[in-house]
């Protein structure tokens, strides 16, 4: 039940946030084509419910200290995912907002603002560190008795890694010593203090 509750958190938390989806990489950079395609029509539903249905045919009844660990991680991941990315929309809506605008930025030769503070002061890409801790929970939630449960961590973890090489390649063409600037304040990329 705990897998499914957190499955429906994020499929709500998505649809009342959808505005601020239009503004991700996905669809201001990567556009419609194949990949979103197949992905929302096929991969996400699929790798979205592996947990759920090894329950099915696995039920797991996780001691109470580690249900409540879970529910942490989740909670955790849930308020740093969605902090990050409501305070990134709002940024790019409007910097002078009063919700955001005691973040600190630099400015790039290009025109725009890079945040370096709140959120973004942590970790270039906390969003997604925040998105995979949601993910990691909910694979927890099988146990450790197989590691299909798990498929959607470890694709997720790659992928998420993946995006952040590509996307810092990407951000060090557009920015160009703006991009190195911002690197030496925002230092890691996923993992504070550690990546």
């Known amino acids: ?29 990567d556009g419609f084509g194949f990949m979103l395609l ?5 991969w996400v539903p699929f790798t979205y419910t ?4 090894y329950l099915v045919d696995h039920p797991t009844q996780l001691p109470h200290w580690v249900a409540a660990a879970v529910f942490a991680l989740q909670t955790i991941g849930y308020l740093a ?8 929309d709002r940024f790019r809506r409007d910097p002078n907002s009063s919700q955001v605008k005691h973040v600190k930025y630099i400015n790039t ?3 725009t603002k890079l945040m370096v503070s ?22 927890l939630c099988c146990g450790f008795n197989h590691v299909i449960p798990f498929f959607y961590a470890i694709y997720f973890g ?7 090489l590509r996307d810092g390649e990407a951000c060090e063409h557009k920015y160009g010593q703006d991009w190195k600037r911002y690197c030496q304040i ?10």
């Open 1 to 29: 039940a705990m897998v499914c509750l957190f499955h429906c958190i994020y499929v709500a938390d998505a649809l009342y946030f959808e505005k601020a989806i239009l503004t991700t990489m996905d669809i201001v950079h």
């Open 38 to 42: 197949f992905g929302d029509l096929a």
């Open 50 to 53: 592996v947990q759920a249905r």
């Open 81 to 88: 995912f969605r902090g990050s990315n409501l305070q990134k």
């Open 109 to 111: 030769k290009r025109g």
């Open 118 to 139: 709140g959120w973004w002061g942590i970790a270039r890409h906390i969003n997604y560190t925040a998105d995979w801790l949601i993910g990691l929970s909910w694979c």
């Open 158 to 164: 790659v992928l998420l890694v993946h995006r952040d």
């Open 186 to 195: 925002v230092k890691y990329r996923l993992i504070p203090y550690l990546y």
